[in-house]
């Protein structure tokens, strides 16, 4: 009996994916249709249609100019994660575990992460000038209130009682906040580091965008005035899918290392 109980879950999370697949499926193809059509008929040649796409991935991943400019705001994203990940830690750990810098912080940060990072760009290209510095700025900036966040709610978020076990023990308080704390708000980070990574490749491509320097973003929008759709898109498909496969990811080593966490979701 045990050993069907737990199976259970696996075979009926099993068929729910089989029976959402078909819809998505059929709902995929028909846009791509509709766009392939409505395309054709009413808009002008160089407009991007899903077969130009298609047709010209093979020349767009073999150039030189989009392997480099991937390169560029990938590297320039990761370095500006890694920054707000340590600084955003620290901050949200201070404020899960301190009320006073959680009732003095707590207001400025929330408005910070709701404020569109279009806003900050020009304050940004000012203080660092039309630089990749402008752009680690504004992946920064995009990336460190989610984390934030998220790790204050996980610091604030951990029972009483592992605490008090770590008292117990004799446990000092810096001690007890790498021991406990941290890795108690694990999924919480995660959970912060999800949303982190996608506003931090909006941040990178924003950034290029308005400033003009070497990466994906600069890529899409030269192609883009240069009546380059198709070769624009490509570049658009392959930041969705560093998107998804980083939540994939992330997904894969939340189950494979805290296997305990939402637990009693996935047996419902």
Do not use: C
Not at 43 to 64: L, M
Not at 65 to 83: D, H, Y
Not at 189 to 207: C, D, E, N, T, W
């Amino acid at each position: 009996m045990t050993t069907v109980g737990a199976a259970l879950p696996a075979v009926q999370a099993k068929a729910r994916t089989r029976g959402t697949a078909l819809p998505r499926a059929v709902a995929g193809v028909a846009i791509l249709l509709v766009w392939q059509v409505t395309v054709r008929a009413f808009a002008p040649d160089f407009v991007a249609t899903p077969t130009g796409i298609v047709e010209a991935i093979p020349a767009v991943v073999s150039s030189a100019a989009f392997l480099e400019a991937i390169g560029i705001t990938l590297a320039a994203t990761a370095e500006g994660l890694v920054i707000a990940l340590v600084l955003g830690t620290a901050l949200g750990l201070l404020m899960g575990r301190n009320a006073v810098a959680d009732r003095a912080l707590r207001l400025w940060i929330n408005s910070f992460n709701a404020m569109p990072m279009i806003l900050i760009l020009p304050l940004v290209s000012l203080w660092f000038g039309y630089s990749s510095l402008a752009r680690l700025a504004t992946i920064v900036f995009a990336a460190i209130f989610a984390v934030i966040i998220n790790a204050a709610e996980g610091a604030q978020s951990v029972p009483r009682e592992y605490l008090e076990v770590g008292r117990s023990f004799r446990s000092s308080a810096l001690r007890g906040l790498f021991e406990i704390v941290l890795p108690a708000s694990m999924p919480y980070l995660l959970s912060g580091l999800r949303l982190a990574a996608g506003r931090a490749i909006i941040g990178a491509v924003v950034a290029e965008f308005f400033t003009a320097i070497p990466g994906i973003g600069y890529f899409i929008l030269y192609n883009s005035r240069t009546f380059h759709h198709n070769e624009a898109f490509v570049a658009v498909i392959f930041l969705a899918g560093f998107g998804v496969g980083f939540d994939a990811l992330v997904n894969w080593a939340t189950r494979r290392y805290l296997p305990w966490y939402r637990r009693d979701e996935q047996t419902e």
